[in-house]
């Protein structure tokens, strides 16, 4: 089982990256590709080939097959994540999340692909019956969850008319090393860790009472790497991530107590956002057998140690805002 070729999507980026080096130790043969937007080619780890290009573009994609090709599995990790954000950028969120998508789920059927793991997320449940579950069903309240239940129902599809194998994971507020800091839009731990390092106060929306549930990267990447392994997975969705939750203004304490500093914290409007969100774990746990999570303050202290070595980075701003009308006033 160690000569397998694949390919990893979003590669440069954060969980990408770490379920590439996760598929090299395994001792498959792996090819990485991202288009450098969010993340760095430094983030691919040494030795493994990187590929730079547009998956929303289908003749690029092709190409992959064509001249890097074939591959025995696909794992499509690229994706924009700005769940918020996406209500205001419609076109570029199912331009990236979900054409790019089906253009690798095409070449992936033409190409003979024995598994495609594929990065969901558990927005696609939208408000649903907490804990949320995989028998849930999913009632996605913005685009970017409408885009991931797309994928999903596209790729359940393919697999009933061209019997594409796949596995699919609904991951949720994952943290850790390689988290792009700069990116003010999403991953509240890293924006908070940005903030701490410049020495300014953490920007929380509403009063901070939301609930979720944060996932070091190294209680999902192993299990995204391992699962076309196991015939179990197949054709399955499995919830991923932390069964503790907290909420956001307690995160901001742990993270404060991470760098060893005071937290200070400043409460920005609400956004339009589900209030609770945390996952049932049942069948991930009786499918892969996972170790014991990375206990949070621990995966904080561990993130923030690396934090400190990349020092501050300036927050990106997204310049192709599409819709203006109820944007936040803090990413205008």
């Keep these: 089982m160690g000569n397998e070729r694949v390919l990893v999507t979003g590669a440069a980026g954060f969980i990408g990256s770490h ?3 996760h598929c090299r130790t395994l001792g498959m043969e792996v ?17 493994i080939p990187l590929v730079v290009g547009d998956l929303s573009d289908a003749g690029f994609v092709r190409g992959l097959w064509d001249v890097h090709g074939p591959f025995d599995h696909v794992y ?54 907490l804990p949320l579950r995989e028998d849930t069903v999913p ?24 019997g594409l194998p796949y596995t699919v994971f609904r991951p949720h507020n994952v943290y850790g090393e390689r988290q792009n800091i700069a990116d003010r839009y999403r991953n509240v731990v890293g924006i908070f ?30 299990y995204i ?25 307690d995160l901001a304490r742990k993270v404060a ?32 057998q996972p170790r014991p999570e990375v206990p949070l303050e621990a995966g904080l202290v561990r993130m923030a140690d690396w934090v400190r070595s990349q020092g501050p980075a300036t ?8 819709i203006l009308e109820k944007l936040p006033a803090s990413w205008r």
Excluded: W
């Excluded at 450098?36 to 080619?41: D, R």
């Design 31 to 47: 090819v990485a590709v991202d288009n450098l937007s969010g993340g760095v080619g430094a983030n691919v780890p040494a030795g």
């Design 76 to 129: 499509h990790l690229a994706a924009y994540a700005a769940e918020g954000l996406s209500h205001f950028v419609r076109r570029f969120n199912y331009q990236t999340n979900l054409i790019a998508s089906v253009n690798l789920i095409n070449a992936s059927v033409t190409g003979r692909v024995r598994r495609f793991v594929f990065a969901s997320s558990i927005a696609v449940y939208g408000a649903g019956q």
């Design 193 to 222: 860790m940005n903030q701490v390092l410049q020495g300014k106060p953490m920007s929380v929306f509403g009063d901070g009472l939301q609930t979720r549930a944060f996932t070091h990267v190294d209680d999902v990447a192993p």
């Design 139 to 162: 009632h996605p309240e913005d685009p970017y969850g409408i885009s991931k239940y797309a994928v999903e129902l596209d790729l359940q599809a393919a697999a009933a008319m061209f």
């Design 225 to 249: 790497a391992i699962a076309p392994r196991l015939p179990g997975a197949e054709g399955r969705v499995f919830n991923i991530g932390s069964d503790r939750s907290c909420t956001v203004v």
């Design 257 to 288: 107590a991470a760098f060893g500093v005071e937290p200070e914290v400043v409460h920005l409007e609400a956004r339009n956002e589900v209030v609770h969100a945390f996952s049932d774990h049942a069948l991930f746990h009786e499918a892969f």
């Design 19 to 21: 379920v590439a080096g």
């Design 315 to 322: 927050p990106t701003v997204f310049r192709d805002i599409e």
